[in-house]
């Protein structure tokens, strides 16, 4: 296993305190928030499709889907969105 050493500020030191034996899984759950975050951005600005932002982000089409809607969004639902996301 590798190790990696960060600098952590005291606030969110005091944060982590209670979640310390956990430290691993805080890092996954933040790493994917994170990636699903980044590939919903993408599909805000237009570049990919909501499906390219799921793979992108290593999550199920529904995921992606229930993860935009939580965040506000609404996936478009035109004839062109439905035959790109078929092919």
């Known amino acids: ?13 005091k944060e982590l305190e209670p ?6 899984d805080l890092l996954r759950i933040g790493l994917r ?4 975050a980044q590939a919903l951005s993408l ?12 793979r992108l ?6 995921e ?6 939580a965040q506000g969004l609404r996936a478009p639902c035109d004839e062109e969105t439905i035959k790109e996301e078929l092919a």
Do not use: C
């Open 1 to 13: 296993m590798e190790k990696m050493t960060i600098v952590i500020p005291e606030e969110l030191l």
């Open 19 to 24: 979640y310390r034996d956990n430290i691993s």
């Open 33 to 36: 928030e994170m990636k699903m």
């Open 43 to 54: 599909f805000k600005q237009g570049t990919i499709s909501l499906w390219k932002a799921a």
């Open 57 to 62: 982000a290593g999550v199920s089409l529904r």
């Open 64 to 69: 992606m889907t229930q993860y935009a809607v």
